[in-house]
Nanobody
Framework: QVQLVESGGGLVQAGGSLRLSCAAS????????MGWFRQPPGKEREFVAA????????LYADSVKGRFTISRDNAKNTVYLQMNSLKPEDTAAYYC????????????????WGQGTQVTVSS
């Protein structure tokens, strides 16, 4: 089992940048594929980005491709989401998640979730 805690959210103007972090407990962090999801107010949670546990391959939603970068440091038990050129439509609660099996884009593929961190982008 792994415990996940997100941080780094906040208020930023359109065009700005934020770097989200997800700190994980457990010595087996490197065994999990990791993902970032977001949930705007009143909407369903949606996929943002994911990174594999070994080859470090990545997946991105079309809406963030070219602007967001997911990375991980297994030695520090941390996954990151660098967000550049932020837009108002990026406003949401952002969640990190861990998958036992493999990298995926669906919520049901992930086994553990953090509590979320709020990102608000003003016009």
């Amino acid at each position: 089992q792994v415990q996940l805690v997100e941080s780094g959210g906040g208020l930023v103007q359109a065009g700005g940048s934020l770097r989200l972090s997800c700190a994980a407990s457990g010595r087996t962090f490197g065994s999990y594929a990791m993902g970032w999801f977001r949930q705007p107010p009143g909407k369903e949670r949606e996929f943002v980005a994911a990174i594999s546990r070994n080859v470090y391959s990545t997946l991105y939603a079309d809406s963030v491709k070219g602007r967001f970068t997911i990375s991980r440091d297994n030695a520090k038990n941390t996954v990151y989401l660098q967000m550049n050129s932020l837009k108002p439509e990026d406003t949401a609660a952002y969640y990190c998640a861990a998958a036992v099996r493999r990298i995926a884009t669906t919520l049901g593929s992930y086994d553990y979730w953090g509590q979320g961190t709020q990102v608000t982008v003003s016009s």
